[in-house]
């Protein structure tokens, strides 16, 4: 089944405590997203990436880092994390830029 | 910088209505997409339709439609026959295609169908 996958799918750490939260695609798709969703604020992306070691950043980048070392895997790692960083985090692939976007389940984090 | 805009946080219409979702943007450039998007009460987010800028056709998608107006950088999505599946927050969405991808989202709109 052609999907895109997130781990974990709920997290409740604390400040300071490194995290990544993985993202895996099955599609061979080159375009991967990261989003966070906030209430009132709808989603805004963190940081994307067009292909294999092409990451670009999104508008709101601080605080994270991604990485593509493989094209189905996208990582989004918080060094870091921070309070104002709770939210629910979406990963998203599609073919290309322009073509439609798939999203993972989403990830609920809480950082104390 | 391109922003967008929904100025209908929530809104409710009765099943089998109509109902018309709105959504202006602003942008300098002249190439572009546009996308409404779905959430429902699970969470996965769902293309409706997807609009290129180029193409003054507006798009369509079985009950789901766009009134797109360039000019005036509006984006409205139509849902007719308005089903109690509808029931979501709907996401509009930018993306430019000079240059970078990347996306820009309007704060959602909340859609209840009542029965």
């Known amino acids: 089944e052609a999907q895109v996958t997130q781990n974990p799918r709920y997290l409740i750490t604390v400040t300071g405590k490194k995290l990544t939260v993985t993202c895996s695609q099955n599609?061979?798709?080159?375009?991967m997203s990261w989003y966070r969703q906030d209430p009132g604020l709808g989603l805004r992306q963190i940081y994307y990436?067009?292909?294999?070691?092409?990451?670009d950043k999104g508008d709101v980048p601080e605080g994270y880092k991604v990485s593509r070392k493989e094209k189905r895997n996208f990582p989004l790692i918080l060094e870091s994390p921070s309070p104002n960083q709770t939210s629910l985090y979406f990963c998203a692939s599609s073919l290309g830029g322009r073509s439609e976007q798939f999203f993972g389940p989403g990830t609920r984090l809480t950082v104390l | 910088a391109q922003t967008v805009t929904q100025s209908q946080p929530e809104m409710s219409v009765q099943e089998a209505e109509t109902v018309t979702l709105s959504c202006t943007y602003d942008?300098?450039?002249?190439?572009?997409?546009l996308f409404w998007y779905k959430q429902p009460p699970s969470r996965q987010m769902i293309l409706v339709i997807r609009q290129e800028a180029y193409k003054q056709q507006n798009a369509t998608e079985n009950r789901f439609s766009v009134n797109f107006q360039k000019a005036a950088k509006s984006f409205s999505l139509k849902i007719s026959d308005s089903q109690l599946g509808d029931t979501a927050m709907y996401f509009c969405a930018f993306m430019r295609t000079s240059g970078t991808y990347k996306y820009i989202f309007g704060t959602g709109t909340r859609l209840k169908v009542l029965a």
């Open positions: 599609m061979n798709h080159e375009y």
């Open positions: 990436s067009m292909n294999v070691e092409v990451t």
């Open positions: 942008t300098s450039e002249s190439n572009y997409y």
